[in-house]
Every structure is written in structure tokens, then in C-alpha cells.
């Protein structure tokens, strides 16, 4: 199971232009609304693409050393970042990548970003799952929770939550 859990502003934005998370203030209990560790805790490896990788290394940090990581990348390598591992680079087919990841006996991955990535997954049909904390503001401009070409793709809401006083969680499965 692909899980693309994301904070977003009201107008579809992950960040603001350079990466700017600023608007992640404006949820009373902060980015992820107090149940991050609840939902990591829950997912036992992680996809991202090699812009959140940049990002990343940009900041120095490497949260996830406990969890098996993907990085969606045509390079042959990328900039080192301390304590990153275990991460593999793939580049290919993304229905391989997450048959891959379950023949590894890996049941719910985390798609971590970025926007063109998850458009990407889209396109595949390879998203099981959205957890949406929507903060209550507008960026105007920067990546979009997915972007890119692909069908329209339903989801049905299964879960709706209220984030401090005017942010909201929502979570949606695929309907196949």
C-alpha cells in the first residue's frame, strides 16, 4: 500500500516558492498536527523523489534512519547526506518499484514527495491512500500536492478531521 501523506495550503501548494514551508505555521498544532508520530510509526518504508532529496541535504537532516528508503532519481548518485540509510536509488518502471519494495515483505510505504513524483504514481494508479493536512492559507505560487499528466483518479473520504482552530485533516482511499 502507497500512502501520500502531505501538508498542503488551501490552494494545492506542498511549499512556496524556494521550498518556503512558512505556511505550515498557520496549523495551530503545528505541520503535522500532533498524530506524525502515530502515522510514521505505521508505515514501515519510504518513497520520495530526488527534489525532496535536494531538500533534504539542503537542511541537513535525516529523520528516517530507521525506515528502508527509495529515492526516484535518473542520476547515478546523489549528494551524500549524513545518517541516510538504508537508501537505494531506482530509476525504471514505478509499478516495479512497488512491486520491489512488497516481494522485500513491505506493506505500507510512505510516498513522502514530491508533487511531480505523486503525479507520477497517479498516472500509475499506484496510490492506495491520501493523509492531507490542509493548513488554512494560500501560497499562490510553488510545487502542487501532484502535478503532471494523468486520468482522473477517485478516492473516497473515509476520515475527516478538524487540525486546532482552522486546519482540517482528510484522508482518502482509492476506489477501484
Known amino acids: ?3 501520500y501523506y502531505a501538508a ?3 490552494d494545492g501548494r506542498i511549499s512556496g516558492p524556494d521550498h518556503d ?3 505550515l505555521q498557520t496549523l495551530s498544532s503545528g505541520p503535522e498536527g500532533g498524530d506524525y508520530a502515530g502515522f510514521y510509526a505505521g508505515v514501515d518504508s519510504l518513497i520520495m523523489g530526488a527534489r525532496t532529496w535536494d531538500f533534504m541535504v539542503r537542511h541537513g537532516s535525516w529523520p528516517y534512519s530507521d525506515k528502508p528508503t527509495w529515492i526516484v532519481t535518473h542520476a547515478e548518485s546523489l549528494a551524500p547526506l549524513a545518517g541516510a540509510e538504508p537508501v537505494e536509488l531506482f530509476a525504471g518502471d514505478l ?3 512497488v512491486r520491489l519494495i512488497g516481494a522485500r515483505g513491505f506493506e505500507r510505504t510512505w510516498l513522502i514527495g514530491g ?4 503525479g507520477q504514481m497517479l498516472a500509475a494508479d ?4 491520501l493523509v492531507l493536512s490542509v493548513a488554512p492559507t494560500l501560497v ?3 510545487p502542487a500536492l501532484a502535478d503532471g ?3 482522473l483518479r477517485e478516492f473516497e473520504l473515509v476520515e475527516l478531521e478538524r487540525l486546532g482552530e482552522n486546519g482540517i485533516r482528510l484522508r482518502y482511499e482509492r476506489e477501484r
Do not use: N, Q, T, Y
Open 140 to 142: 499562490g505560487r510553488g
Open 21 to 23: 514551508l512558512s505556511f
Open 126 to 129: 499506484l496510490l492506495d491512500e
Open 8 to 10: 498542503m495550503s488551501l
Open 149 to 151: 499528466a494523468f486520468p
Open 1 to 3: 500500500m502507497i500512502v
Open 115 to 118: 508533487g511531480d513524483l505523486a
Open 95 to 97: 509499478a516495479e518499484l
